[in-house]
Every structure is written in structure tokens, then in C-alpha cells.
């Protein structure tokens, strides 16, 4: 008897069991619509209801801060709500960065616009980003936006396979194209890019001259292969969290997210799918830092 269909079969049974947590974490579910802190043992701690969250932090009081279709909001583990910010009519807001300064960066589909909102919910700064062609849907414009320690913005625009780099001023520094719908774009602390290439199905490193040192393929993780890469964080010891959307057609199919050291191998997988749909960006509890002052790797 040959063993291999058996155990390729097994295989792919375990790869969509459930897998208890082995940190706890804070979550976004888009197709779920709610935003989830999970225990290390895999139990929901609290959740809340929003539309479309996208992004989300544990900020260094505790506090929640997460966005969603509509706006962005912080909230405590209570449940009250003490900052929000409701963006205009025909907009949508898939990002949100705690800054060092109380503010918090958002970009806005629709407007084609960066946005840091203070403390009072008032947008103090803006940054007016070049629109994509007409033909783009307000959805598809623009994903992850991260802010660097020295205020250069980075910008995912989604629908055009491009990144865009801008200073603090907002003019464009360098726009290039990458290989995907890329939903997040970040910068290193060795001056190197990692990004989520979405349906693109990759994650690649690129060095300071643009050019791929490594890159994670579509078939590369067994029993995970990637079908729409969207968030991920890089842990203080090396290994990278990476979240795999299952929307489009594999819902329930496997793990949520996993973690993989640096040689490529799983060292933790996390699949609940009867309480989540799909899981696009997480920030894990159990690693220390201020995300405001740039600490977290998301």
C-alpha cells in the first residue's frame, strides 16, 4: 500500500484544525466584521462589532485603537469609547498608525488623502495623494500606510501594484511597482521594505535598491498555500507573523495566519473558523513596546 495519498490527506485535515494560540493577540476581521482580543489558549476575551476593521494596535495604556469602513476609533477593555473619528460620505478607511505625538495616521479612499487626526478627533494634518486612474473603485485605491521615524510615509496603492514613498511635506520621493495588489508596506529597521503582495500571493524583502533578498512564494508553506496576503509583524526574535485572508472563495479552508521563523519553517498556526472569518491584520499581546514610538514591526 502506498502511504502517500494517506498522509497527504492528513496533512491537509490538520492544516485546518482549529490551533490554540501561543500568544495572545488583538485582531481585525474584515468579513466578520468585528475586531477580536484572543487569549494564549485560543479563547475570545472581547470583541466588538464594526464594519469592514482593516487595521488595529494595542496601544502602551492598553487601549484598543482599530479602523473600520467608516472612521477609526479607540476603546478601552470596558468597552468606552474615548476617541473616534468618522470620516466623510463615500469614503473608506483601510489604515490606522498610533503617532508619537497622540495623533493618529489614516488614509481615506475616496478623498485620496493621508490624514493625522489629534486627540480632539480634528484632522491636523492632511496630505492629498495622487488619485488612481478613474476606473479604480473607492475600494480597491489604497491599503496599508505606515509613518517612519523620519516622517516619510509609505503608501500602499492597492489597485495600481505600486508603492509610494513621500516625504514629511508630501511630496512623492519614488513610486515603483511591486508584485501584487499590495495591501502593506514596511519599513525595516535595516533600511529594508517588507510587503504584503495580496492576491499577488507573496511576501518579498526588498533592500535599499529595491531589489527582492527574499521572498515567500504561493506554494512555500506546506498545507498554507497563500492566497491573499494582507498584515503581518515581524517579532523581536526573527520569526514573522503573516496573515493569510481566506476571503474569495477559501473560506474555511485553512489556518488563519502563522508564524514562521526565518528558514521558512511554521512555528505556530491559528485557525478558529467558527468564530472567524478572516483574520487580516493581528498585533500579538505578549511582545513589548510602544507601537506609538515604532516599537511593534506591523
Not at 492528513?10 to 477580536?36: E, Q, R
Not at 493618529?104 to 495623494?129: F, H, S, T, Y
Not at 511597482?177 to 521594505?193: I, K, Q, R, Y
Amino acid at each position: 500500500m502506498n502511504p502517500r495519498p494517506f498522509l497527504a490527506l492528513l496533512a491537509a485535515l490538520l492544516s485546518v484544525l482549529p490551533a490554540f494560540a501561543a500568544h495572545p493577540f488583538f485582531c481585525t476581521d474584515s468579513y466578520g466584521n468585528k475586531v477580536a482580543v484572543v487569549s494564549a489558549d485560543g479563547t475570545i476575551e472581547w470583541q466588538f462589532t464594526c464594519q469592514h476593521p482593516q487595521d488595529c494596535w494595542v496601544l502602551a495604556n492598553g487601549n484598543l485603537l482599530f479602523c473600520h469602513a467608516h472612521g477609526a476609533m479607540e476603546k478601552t477593555r470596558a468597552g468606552e469609547t474615548v476617541w473616534e473619528y468618522h470620516a466623510g460620505a463615500g469614503t473608506e478607511v483601510h489604515s490606522c498608525q498610533p503617532l508619537p505625538d497622540g495623533r493618529v495616521l489614516m488614509v481615506e479612499n475616496g478623498p485620496c488623502r493621508l490624514v493625522e487626526v489629534d486627540r480632539a478627533g480634528q484632522i491636523a494634518k492632511e496630505i492629498k495623494l495622487a488619485p488612481p486612474p478613474p476606473a479604480v473603485h473607492v475600494h480597491d485605491q489604497f491599503r496599508g500606510v505606515r509613518k517612519t521615524a523620519a516622517g516619510h510615509y509609505f503608501v500602499s496603492r492597492k489597485a495600481e501594484h505600486e508603492v509610494e514613498e513621500l516625504d514629511a511635506d508630501g511630496r512623492t520621493l519614488r513610486r515603483f511597482p511591486v508584485g501584487g495588489d499590495v495591501h502593506m508596506t514596511l519599513l525595516l529597521p535595516n533600511g529594508h521594505l517588507l510587503l504584503a503582495l495580496g492576491e499577488g500571493r507573496k511576501i518579498q524583502e526588498l533592500d535599499r535598491d529595491l531589489k527582492v533578498v527574499w521572498e515567500l512564494g504561493a506554494e512555500d508553506v506546506p498545507g498554507n498555500p497563500l492566497r491573499l496576503m494582507t498584515g503581518f509583524q515581524r517579532l523581536p526574535n526573527g520569526n514573522t507573523i503573516y496573515c493569510n485572508y481566506l476571503g474569495h472563495g477559501h473560506l474555511r479552508q485553512q489556518p488563519h495566519f502563522f508564524e514562521l521563523d526565518p528558514a521558512g519553517k511554521v512555528v505556530w498556526q491559528f485557525a478558529d473558523h467558527d468564530h472567524f472569518k478572516t483574520i487580516n491584520q493581528i498585533q500579538v499581546l505578549d511582545v513589548p513596546g510602544d507601537p506609538a514610538k515604532g516599537e511593534i514591526l506591523r
